[in-house]
């Protein structure tokens, strides 16, 4: 029987967990679209989303939510794009609570949108889940709404719930690295190591050029883990390789998040076949 390194194992899940609060995304536009914003800070929303999507590089995409700040200092969705492309977690917890108290006193959807992000950004999933379970069914052909439902039911312990709205979103379109990383993550959940491998690949696929390709990588080989260990090497190696050429790839030897995490993701990874 194969032996996982424990620590390999949790700097996998912790890439495939970061908060999702931090990172959510969409293709369809913002859900703030029925609140008073100017053409600016709306134009940068709808390039920063779709770049996140498409798992473009966060350092890419600051710089335009930095300028949507700049232009709209007092707008909650200038403040919520920069949460999202935020390069700390606590920064991108400080802007999502400064965004959903600028727009705690409209009664739009953003309203609750901001703050069942912010629910899950404290960890209060359960809630989060409740708000967001409302707006998609008064809108369920809101992609963002069922991408975040999805999202938040996977760390509130749903994962074949999650995969329900997250289907939905994919049929909705488009088909973007974002929602076959989240499938990936609900079919690994769920112990589907075969179906969360497709997903995963799917993802890489469909990802942005200069996309950093640690998430999509930690979820193969997680999955390879359970299901075919001896793939593990070639997953490293194909890793590398990609790496190799992509001025923005997390360099796999050193720490994830140097403030939290002292263990290179893949250094142990040839433990895990012998």
Same mark, same amino acid.
Not at 25 to 35: L, Q, R
């Given at each position: ?6 620590? $390999? ?37 709808? $390039?920063? +989303?779709?770049?996140?999507? /498409? ?21 909650? !969705? ?17 802007? +999502? ?12 959807? *953003? ?38 439902? %999805? ?14 709205? !997250? ?21 690994? *959940?769920?112990?589907?190591? *075969? ?8 993802? +890489? ?13 930690? %979820? ?17 190696? *194909?890793? +590398? ?6 001025? #923005?790839?997390?360099?796999? #030897? ?10 290179? /993701? ?9």
């Amino acid at each position: 029987m194969t032996m996982i390194p424990r620590t $390999l194992t949790l700097i996998l899940l912790a890439l495939l967990l970061v908060p999702a609060w931090a990172k959510d995304v969409a293709a369809d536009g913002p859900v703030f679209a029925s609140a008073q914003h100017s053409p600016e800070t709306l134009e940068m929303a709808e $390039l920063v +989303l779709h770049g996140l999507e /498409i798992s473009q590089p966060k350092a890419l995409l600051a710089p335009m939510a930095q300028q949507a700040l700049r232009g709209a200092p007092s707008d909650a !969705l200038a403040h919520y794009l920069t949460a999202l492309t935020a390069p700390t977690s606590q920064e991108a917890q400080q802007a +999502l609570e400064s965004a959903y108290w600028m727009a705690a006193s409209s009664s739009a959807p *953003e309203r609750l949108f901001l703050k069942a992000q912010c629910l899950r950004g404290r960890g209060e999933t359960s809630a989060a889940v409740a708000l967001l379970t409302r707006l998609a069914a008064e809108r369920p052909h809101r992609r963002m709404l069922l991408m975040a439902l %999805g999202e938040t039911l996977i760390e509130d312990g749903q994962p074949e719930q999650a995969r329900v709205f !997250l289907e939905q979103a994919r049929r909705l379109g488009p088909d973007t690295s974002r929602v076959y990383l989240l499938l990936g993550r609900t079919h690994l *959940e769920s112990g589907q190591s *075969e179906q969360a491998s497709q997903a995963f690949r799917a993802a +890489l696929q469909r990802m942005h050029p200069q996309a950093d390709p640690a998430v999509p990588y930690s %979820g193969l080989i997680l999955a390879a883990l359970t299901q075919d260990p001896p793939q593990v090497r070639p997953l490293v190696d *194909e890793y +590398l390789e990609r790496c190799r050429t992509n001025p #923005w790839a997390q360099d796999p #030897w050193q720490p994830v998040w140097p403030e939290e995490l002292d263990t290179p /993701i893949f250094l142990d990874a040839e433990d895990a076949i012998q």
